[in-house]
């Protein structure tokens, strides 16, 4: 006579299989009667007020604030001009400069700020301690001098 091919483990597996789906059946018969009791449960529905909060009941329709396409700006808005008037023209004092490698240093007298200068920006020769005047140009690390004279 042969050997039964069911082992106590393949046994054990169908057991928790079967319980498995009889507590799935179980928990949906639990949430099919506590929805006729109650009644309809679903999904609940949020609402955004006209103040961006979230509630449960809908926004009053006469809040409504209406917005005209052509008045969306979509992109970085641009720079307003300011009132103040600006003088590209600054007064300084180089802090230190390298006439072999062509480049320096100017500190402006206004701000105390340390700028950048390269022997392609300079129109005088300019030494260390020398007062002069420059302008200021947008470079890859920041502020450079350009347009150096002597004052």
């Known amino acids: 006579m042969g050997k ?3 082992t106590f483990s393949k046994s054990e597996k169908e057991k928790k299989r079967l319980k498995k789906r009889e507590d799935k059946r179980k928990k949906m018969d639990a949430r099919k009667l506590d929805r006729d009791e109650n009644g309809s449960g679903g999904i609940p529905i949020a609402y955004v007020d006209h103040d ?12 409504k604030i209406k917005v ?14 300011s009132d103040e008037v600006f003088d590209p023209i600054r007064n300084g004092k180089v802090s230190f400069y390298d006439n ?19 022997v392609s920006g300079i129109i005088d020769d300019i030494a260390e301690n020398d007062k002069v005047t420059f302008e200021l140009e ?11 004279k002597q004052a």
């Open 68 to 81: 005209k396409a052509k008045n969306i700006v979509l992109g970085i808005p641009t720079k307003e001009e």
């Open 138 to 148: 947008k470079g890859q690390r920041g502020m450079n001098a350009v347009k150096v």
């Open 4 to 6: 039964s091919q069911q």
């Open 100 to 118: 072999s490698k062509g480049f320096g240093f100017i500190i402006d007298l206004d701000t105390n700020e340390k700028h950048f200068t390269h």
């Open 52 to 63: 961006g909060n979230l509630t449960d009941t809908p926004p009053d329709p006469t809040m």
